[in-house]
């Protein structure tokens, strides 16, 4: 018997961890011994704490939604009486779900348990490298990726194959292989479930980089913020140490040092950017610099470097032990392989998915995430953060694939898919992105510096009812400015969020400027309060609490709201329990 | 901001806390001869003290060479660094989109409005200071804050409001009892 606790971040954050105790106290008070073991995040965040009770034939039993007080239920039926307790097990269509992805990068995450090098090599773990430096050259290597198709997973999508060829064929013995873990991206966390799930992937896949471009020595660039992350990676580089697989003389073929360390980054998103992540290593301002010369042939203090994302480098291994054929067998003509999506927002099944490209957007938001939170009417998903865009309802059938997605305005991205329904003000949704950019913006720029500042105080008025005619005119104008007068990535796309929204809600605009009003009813200061009159009991509930006492009435007579007094915090609609306030 | 209108109240503050320079220069052997670690340093020295003195700064500066302003230029850059210290709970409130799509905002009016601060500032009685801070990575849970490393999801204003006030009472009888 065995049973196995969720605790990847989003699991503990659930409660992952008081279960995984009281589990522990379960088991010692009835003198069980049962293994306890952890895996990471399965990406089913919306039934988290998830535990799977494994039995002596091997059977699994996926219990969702656990509490500590769930506990000694459970183990009472699965231990004792040898049951289920169907009613806390997951559903046969959430399993369908999982059923209806492709696991490549998180082929691993929630079947095993990331701080064991065991259960990896049992996993099959480490053969890549094995066969990499025991049988193949850098060059075939570099050859396979190519067959692969396999492009960056980080946001760009630059064929992995022609960065790592580049920095094989800089001169030089000192050569760097960097990991861009400092996911940065408000709403996305696929990076850090495969950091905290699968940290020896990453490791394999950056040895094998290493191996194929000559890299002696490798970094991963890994956010502060995730804590778990960190400690996870740090125990599981600890151990390939301890096992061979990093080090000197690798496989004791003659061929191959290989030495990795961890790198915190401090926060700052503009460090996405290759150039500014070197900076940020070398313990500068996380700013970037005009390209070229390129890493790969001036990086990490001035010599070839070359910088992957978590999840490319998680792929690397399954295409080397599987043939670079078999991942270009799935997706399409230019996008091969799969991708994982963090599907958030207003949608009812929110986590981590991992798709084959080239499956049409509706399926991913309808099939695998369920649909709408209550029902609502969906409005757009947006992908790739603060650089991306919206996506329309006209569009649902766009294929998931980046030339497809990259026509629509959004960008593929690093795989944030935020779900939004008819309640999302898509005014106040480029706002948000805009004042993510001003803040993150380095500065270098001034159309990056002062022009997202500037956009934002446009985006910023119209939301406060002051837009004024031209002002969208003025948006589109500036936004193509940005992009042209910025360096980098971060300035380049920072306006896309706006022109995206503007593409396929200008009407939603032009109601904010010219008739003051919010259609998602989102921006206080467009809406107005009213008492429904056939409603209103007169119980003085939303009187009562009105915080500026802008509510008058009788007792048992219908009550009205001084619009001068009002301050539209909307109090009084949720107290009321009669729906007798009205919003406009 | 705090570069230069913001250094008085740091000075002010700060004479509560005194430098261990021993331990400080302890930590700075580790990092000995290998170039590009001012942000590792920085980052012992708030783990350390919880943000960074303008002593342990200008210590920093003494000892490896690295121009003050560069040191400053750095530690203002990156949004993990502050320079001022922190109240006894930090409420790292997440403002990532799916938290902001589900609601954020009031979660933030809700702590603005029971502990009577702003955005980045700490209550007169030292013992909350809230920080938005840059998706913390449990959307689905969202709208999300953090305290003190513990996570609380699905919120609702009138469930952050009870949070705070909890930890308050806890806090008030820990007082009377000592």
Known sequence: MKIIVGQGSCGIAAGANKVYGAIEKELELRGLEVELALT???????????IDVVDDQGEKTTYVKVTPEMVEEIIEASMIKGEKIEKYTISDGDQKTLEKQQRIALRNCGMMNPESIDEYIARGGYKAIEKCIKS????????????????GRGGAGFPTWFKWNAARQSPGDTKYIICNADEGDPGAFMDRSILEGDPHSLIEGMLIGGYAMGAKEGIIYVRAEYPLAILRLKRAIEDAKERGYLGKNLFNENRFDFSLRIKAGAGAFVC????????????ERGMPRLKPPFPAQKGYWQKPSNINNVETLANIPWIIENGGSAFAAMGTETSKGTKVFALTGKIKNGGLVEVPMGIPLKEVIYDIGGGIKEDKAFKAVQMGGPSGGCIPTSLLDTSVDYDSITKTGAIMGSGGMVVMDETTCMVDMARFFLDFTRKESCGKCIHCRIGTKRMLEILTRICAGEGQDGDIELLEELGVKIKEGSLCGLGQTAPNPVLSTIRYFRDEYEKHIYDKKCPAKQCASLLTYSINIGNCIGCTLCARNCPTNAISGERKEVHSIDQSLCIKCGKCQTVCKFKAVEVE | MNCCGGSKAIEQKQQDVSIDFVKLKEMFKK????????????????????????EALNYIAEETGIKPT?????????????????????IMLCQGT?????????????????????????????????????????????????????T?????????RKIIRDIKEAEEKVQKGA
């Open chain 2, 31 to 54: 990092y000995d001869g290998i170039d590009g670690s001012l942000i590792s340093i920085l980052q012992e020295v708030q783990e350390m003290y919880n943000y960074l003195p303008i």
């Open chain 2, 152 to 160: 609380y999801g699905k919120l609702t204003t009138d469930m952050v």
């Open chain 2, 70 to 90: 560069k040191i400053h230029g750095v530690a203002t850059f990156y949004t993990q660094f502050r320079l001022k210290p922190i109240g006894k709970y930090l």
């Open chain 1, 272 to 283: 996405g950017e290759e150039t500014a992540l070197i900076a940020s290593l070398e313990g």
């Open chain 1, 136 to 151: 193949t050259t850098p060059d075939e290597v570099i050859e396979e990726i190519k067959v692969s198709g396999l492009r």
């Open chain 1, 40 to 50: 990471g995040c399965i990406g089913m965040c919306y039934l988290e704490p998830i």
């Open chain 2, 98 to 150: 799916a938290c902001h799509v589900n609601g954020s905002k009031a979660i933030e009016e809700a702590i603005c409005d029971e502990l009577n601060i702003k955005e980045g500032e700490t209550t007169e009685d030292n013992l909350f200071t809230l920080n938005n801070v840059a998706c913390l990575g449990c959307c689905s849970l969202s709208p999300v804050v953090m305290i003190n490393g513990e």
